[in-house]
């Protein structure tokens, strides 16, 4: 049998060798048009590759994926964040968790997970051929026949594995078997601010906010971090994923509202308020940094609603603390266009899911056609929930199952 994996990437390294081993007499060629491999993998994880995540229980996990969560949760039955955390320690590759669940190699280094699968690969006879761009598959009775740049051949099983693409035209050949795209959009993005100074508080961050964008019911909590061109962190870029096609349809303009004490309602906030002034009546207002925002921020905030940060608790007036109360737990600022989160791009879209068997990966438009990774409609926030994707959907698809 012959298996044709298109793509270099982490989908396309992981279903060829799950290829190989699940059918050991068969001949497994990856295809990658650029003279690079895992080329993502490289400059992931700011070069240190975050290979998966440490949430363990798939019910738990598929809440990270904005698109495909839903269809994963069969897959991850096959194969999921324990059975990536096995293969790789199974193969000499030790993983460390942080605080936030990340996965990395210890090494901290994404050249680990590289000649890792590339000695896999080179274990199980696996062959590759860089600079081979697919430019056409078409299905015959029997097989396939792909046209490469410089010939054609024929292949029995075929595996895309050939990542996301920026524009709609980047699917047109995988169209042309029959399936249809969920138009592409970026996914992950920070927020820009052009016209709010909010930015000069940069570098400035909270540990937990709650963010709200107005009209919409689009809502996250997390870290969030001032930038010099607006807003970033977990917050920000869960939003963005969340969001990413109604901030595509709202060209990247819209409001959010920032509850900067987390999940407190207005209720709790107030009786924690008055209770200081009632306790501290005299004590200064910018020494009374009652929530334990940062100190530039809880000025910055003061300055916003009028307040002088000299007076005392009791001189604010009931005005004054509604104003403030409100911007602590409302507080507004217009998004004016978005910045690509450099550390881990993703597009949203891609082929469609329910043209897909999730337990196989099988094409259900093109028999023995299969997929895996960034080319289908599936897309996580920040974390390792993309490469775990990648990882989970390259196995399944190299089980050739129907
Ligand atoms: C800077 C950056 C950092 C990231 N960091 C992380 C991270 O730390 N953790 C995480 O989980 N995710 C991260 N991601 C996302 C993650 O890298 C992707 O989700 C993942 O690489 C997708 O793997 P893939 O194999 O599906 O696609 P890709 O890695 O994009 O690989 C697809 C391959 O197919 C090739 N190809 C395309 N078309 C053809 C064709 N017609 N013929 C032959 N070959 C073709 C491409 O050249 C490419 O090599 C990051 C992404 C970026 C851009």
Redesign the pocket.
């Known amino acids: 049998m012959e298996i044709a994996v298109?793509?270099?990437?982490?989908?396309?390294f992981f279903a060829a060798i799950s290829g190989k081993t699940h059918h050991p007499d068969s001949r497994v060629v990856i295809?990658?048009?650029?003279d690079?491999?895992?080329?993502?993998?490289k400059?992931?994880?700011g070069g240190r590759?975050?290979?998966?995540h440490a949430c363990f229980t798939n019910s738990q996990l598929v809440k990270y994926y904005p698109r495909g969560g839903k269809e994963l949760k069969k897959a991850f039955a096959y194969f999921s964040t324990n059975d990536t955390v096995k293969w790789f320690e199974g193969r000499g590759v030790k993983l460390k968790t942080e605080e936030d669940g990340r996965m990395f190699p210890i090494t901290n280094d994404s050249q680990t997970i590289i000649n890792c699968l590339m000695s896999e690969t080179k274990k199980l006879g696996i062959s590759i051929e860089k600079v081979?761009?697919?430019?056409s598959i078409e299905r015959d009775t029997q097989n396939f026949k792909l046209t490469l740049r410089d010939k054609v051949i024929i292949a029995d099983k075929v595996i895309i594995?050939?990542?996301?693409s920026p524009k709609p035209e980047g699917f047109a050949?995988l169209e042309r078997l029959g399936h249809s795209v969920e138009s592409p959009v970026p996914s992950l993005f920070t927020f820009n601010m052009p016209n709010e100074a909010v930015k000069t508080l940069m570098g400035v961050s909270v540990e937990n906010a709650s963010v709200r964008i107005s009209g919409t019911k689009l809502k996250t909590e997390g870290p969030l971090l001032i930038t010099h061109w607006g807003m970033s962190g977990p917050a920000i870029l869960k939003l963005s994923a969340w969001g990413a096609r109604v901030l595509k349809d709202l060209n990247y303009k819209f409001t959010i509202q920032v509850n900067w004490l987390g999940e407190m309602n207005e209720d709790e906030a107030r009786t924690i308020f008055e209770e200081e002034v009632r306790i501290h009546p005299k004590k200064k207002i910018s020494n009374s940094n009652i929530f334990k925002l940062p100190s530039r921020l809880h000025l910055f905030l003061l300055s916003k609603v009028g307040i002088h940060p000299e007076n005392i608790m009791e001189g604010m007036g009931k005005k004054n603390q509604n104003r403030l109360l409100n911007t602590l737990l409302n507080d507004e600022y217009k998004v004016e266009g978005k910045t690509t989160f450099?550390?881990?791009?993703?597009t949203c879209g891609g082929i469609k899911l329910n043209e897909v068997s999730m337990d196989s990966m099988e094409s259900k438009k093109c028999p023995g056609l299969y997929f895996?990774?960034?080319?289908l409609d599936i897309d996580?926030v920040?974390?390792?929930?993309?490469?775990?994707?990648?990882w989970t959907t390259g196995f399944i698809a190299g089980k050739l199952s129907q």
């Open positions: 298109i793509g270099g990437g982490a989908a396309g295809y990658e048009k650029s690079k491999l895992l080329a993502k993998v400059v992931s994880g590759c975050n290979v998966t081979q761009p697919i430019i594995a050939s990542g996301g050949w450099k550390e881990e791009f993703v895996a990774g960034e080319v996580g920040t974390g390792g929930f993309n490469f775990q994707s990648a």
